[in-house]
């Protein structure tokens, strides 16, 4: 039986909730139009997603399932001493907290094991910036002699293929290629996975107009940081990762300030340029409290002293401690969580 009255109370409530929704939604777009420090940031930043999408790659289960385990497996490696989760151990934000990491035969390289997480917002892969993506990227360690140490890309194909339950995960991720088990497939899906690893934070709902996500004191970091300089390179979603830039930019007392030991040219050790020494891809400041040591030789331990360093050889200003608090606290906001399941180690096929 129609019951007018109910009718018009039922009209009424849900009125009043999308009343209520579209205020909420209102206010945040005015918070966000309207909130000057977002709108600065966000001439220097872009919010992160879950995941960081490739036309050219697109993100499957499958793919991601088949990227997991090859980032897992130690068969990667000649002696099967060494998997890429080694060195970038999920489980500690996606590095080893080593100055240099040994490799398959024992041996430490000379750089500092970046973290994966969010790498796929970088614009280039390594230090050197010699990789364009994490696909790239993924298969240069393997058949690295200092790391993973595999003498060649079919080596890598042929080892795979002596193991029957990679058969599956491969035609699975790879679905219609009459031969999938190829080395730029194996690129193809840890690249895939890597495209996983994101930590948005709270800095992400900052940016996204949620204006109180970040408390006065982080914000008067995220001011000091940008009226600082440090802008001027760390930008981006990954707050990082898009260029190259010399380091030291102002003296030459690297050594004497960090006590490094190693004389990296940087990007002059790929292209033998003079112009290109010391230059060095800009890193990721994202989850920077979990991923020491720091710089590209993991000469310092000390966030505070790294922040210091960087003032002075790359902007020449001696900062306060008290500056160094504040853009620590806010470079705190960049701290994520690395997603539960990825971490987990997948049983390996055999």
């Keep these: 039986m129609y019951n007018k009255s109910l009718f018009v109370l039922l009209v009424f409530?849900?009125?009043?909730?999308?009343?209520?929704?579209?205020?909420?939604?209102?206010?945040?777009?005015?918070?966000?139009k309207v909130d000057p420090l977002v709108k600065r940031a966000?001439?220097?930043?872009?919010?992160?997603?879950?995941?960081?999408?490739?036309?050219?790659?697109?993100?499957?289960?499958?793919?991601?399932?088949?990227?997991?385990?090859?980032?897992?497996?130690?068969r990667l490696s000649k002696n099967n001493t060494q998997s890429c989760n080694t060195c970038h151990n999920l489980t500690t934000f996606g590095v080893d907290n080593k100055a240099?990491?040994?490799?398959?035969?024992?041996?430490?390289?000379?750089?500092?094991?970046?973290?994966?997480?969010?790498a796929a917002f970088h614009t280039s892969q390594f230090w050197d910036g010699r990789a364009k993506d994490v696909e790239e990227q993924a298969g240069m360690p393997i058949t690295n002699p200092v790391e993973m140490n595999m003498p060649s890309e079919s080596f890598v194909e042929e080892r795979i293929k002596g193991i029957p339950?990679?058969?599956?995960?491969?035609?699975?991720?790879?679905?219609?290629e009459e031969n999938p088990i190829q080395f730029k497939n194996l690129k193809k899906a840890i690249g895939v996975f890597e495209r996983t690893l994101t930590t948005p934070t709270k800095f992400d709902k900052f940016l996204q107009g949620e204006v109180e996500a970040l408390t006065a004191d982080e914000k008067a970091g995220l001011t000091k940081f940008m009226d600082i300089g440090c802008t001027t390179c760390h930008i981006g979603p990954a707050v990082g990762g898009t260029m190259v830039q010399r380091f030291p930019l102002v003296g030459d007392d690297y050594k004497s300030l960090t006590g490094s030991k190693i004389d990296d040219k940087g990007v002059m050790e790929v292209s033998k340029k003079e112009e290109d020494k010391y230059m060095f891809k800009v890193p990721t400041l994202r989850n920077i409290h979990k991923t020491a040591p720091y710089?590209?030789?993991?000469?310092?331990?000390?966030?505070?002293?790294?922040?210091?360093?960087?003032?002075?050889?790359?902007?020449?200003?001696?900062i306060s401690d008290d500056d160094v608090k504040s853009i620590a606290?806010?470079?705190?906001?960049?701290?994520?969580?690395?997603?539960?399941?990825a971490a987990i180690s997948p049983k390996m096929p055999q």
Excluded: W
Aim: charged share 20%.
């Design 42 to 74: 966000l001439g220097s930043f872009s919010a992160i997603s879950e995941n960081a999408e490739s036309a050219e790659n697109p993100i499957t289960e499958a793919k991601v399932l088949l990227g997991k385990t090859l980032y897992f497996d130690n």
């Design 13 to 32: 409530i849900l009125s009043s909730l999308m009343i209520g929704s579209c205020n909420n939604n209102s206010e945040k777009k005015e918070n966000y």
């Design 329 to 341: 606290l806010f470079l705190n906001t960049l701290t994520g969580e690395v997603k539960q399941q």
């Design 295 to 318: 710089f590209h030789d993991g000469s310092v331990a000390d966030l505070n002293s790294a922040i210091k360093i960087m003032a002075k050889l790359e902007l020449n200003k001696d």
């Design 100 to 118: 240099t990491s040994a490799g398959d035969l024992g041996k430490n390289g000379t750089r500092n094991s970046p973290t994966v997480l969010n």
């Design 165 to 176: 339950g990679y058969q599956k995960l491969f035609v699975d991720a790879f679905p219609g």
